[in-house]
């Protein structure tokens, strides 16, 4: 399925249990590889939510699989190449905290428009920059629970580009 992030159209794996609901919910976001819908992540990860009780929405961010826009692994390597991995570094803490994160902002807003969802019990998970994604995400939505993740590349994301 696809759905809105301001002027572009992204893609999004919904899993949902049988009956009416009202279900919680999880955003799953992904990590950094360019398509990440072609593995079996999303169906695995549906496969221990769903039969739980819960609906699973995996957007695919910005420049990922079939969702519009340049992925965010050639606009870094693109950056290291002009002008060095410190600017590479800083580039990716302005594109975590901003451009990518409105993905699954815009996954959240998506999943809360289903009326089968339980609003109340919104969760988000994720794995490596989806991880990043999950605690940036999860600031500005009260109500919004950043789950354990099960990859944070953090090291990445931490280091402090040259000033």
């Known amino acids: 399925m696809t759905f809105?992030?301001?002027?572009?159209?992204?893609?999004?794996f919904l899993y949902k249990p049988d009956g009416q609901g009202p279900f919680p919910g999880i955003i799953?976001?992904?990590g950094s590889e360019q398509n990440p819908s072609i593995g079996p992540e999303f169906d695995a990860v549906a496969n221990i939510f769903v039969p739980a009780g819960y609906v699973v929405f995996a957007p695919v961010r910005r420049g990922h699989g079939l969702s519009e826009a340049e992925?965010?692994?050639?606009?870094?390597?693109?950056?290291?190449?002009q002008k060095g991995a410190d600017a590479a570094a800083?580039?990716?803490v302005q594109l975590m905290e901003?451009?990518?994160l409105d993905g699954p902002s815009a996954g959240l807003a998506y999943l809360k428009s289903l009326p089968y969802v339980d609003v109340k019990r919104l969760a988000v998970v994720?794995?490596?920059f989806g991880g990043i994604?999950?605690?940036?995400?999860a600031e500005p939505n009260p109500?919004?629970?950043p789950l354990p993740t099960t990859w944070l590349s953090s090291a990445q994301f931490v280091a402090e580009p040259a000033q």
């Open 133 to 137: 994604e999950m605690l940036l995400a």
């Open 143 to 145: 109500g919004f629970r």
């Open 98 to 100: 901003g451009p990518q």
């Open 4 to 12: 809105k992030s301001g002027n572009l159209t992204l893609v999004g």
């Open 126 to 128: 994720g794995c490596s």
């Open 90 to 92: 800083q580039l990716m």
């Open 71 to 81: 992925y965010i692994g050639d606009q870094l390597e693109a950056e290291r190449n």
């Open 28 to 30: 799953w976001n992904h």
